[in-house]
């Protein structure tokens, strides 16, 4: 996911997706271990959207607490 569309979420979109991107790594990481993934990268690039995510999320929250 590209940072211009992550800036368009509002808060409540973030955290609702930031959790859900938790979700898919624990399972991605499980399908590693297991040798069930082919694609061991995806793990890579799901862990820099949560980090882009929760870059714009705190953002975000500082911009509200202002």
Partial sequence: MKIADIRKLTTA???KQSSSLRD???ELKR???MGEITNVRQVKNKRK???RMLS???EQ???EKI
């Fill in 56 to 58: 714009v999320l705190s």
């Fill in 24 to 26: 898919e790594i624990v």
């Fill in 49 to 51: 959207d949560l980090a």
């Fill in 61 to 63: 929250l500082l911009k």
């Fill in 13 to 15: 979109e973030l955290t």
């Fill in 31 to 33: 399908m590693k271990s």
